[in-house]
């Protein structure tokens, strides 16, 4: 099975840029909608999406 990664790179760096943005923003903040560390786990341990939900429904501002 061959692996074309000049299509899966690009998802590889959305991924990790989410992640990045996320984690400094989830750092900064200082008023969550629930847990601190309840973001911080969906940002790390829901791959794509967590980072997303983060930004969607995580921040109140």
């Known amino acids: ?3 074309n990664w000049a299509m899966i ?3 590889f760096v959305i991924q ?3 992640l990045i943005f996320a984690l400094l923003d989830w750092a900064k903040a200082e008023d969550y909608r ?3 560390w309840m973001w911080l786990f969906i ?3 829901i791959s794509m999406v967590g980072p997303v939900l983060y930004f969607l429904f995580g921040r109140k501002r």
């Open 1 to 3: 099975m061959d692996i």
């Open 9 to 11: 790179a690009p998802l």
């Open 16 to 18: 990790g840029l989410l």
């Open 34 to 36: 629930g847990s601190k």
């Open 43 to 45: 940002i790390i341990f």
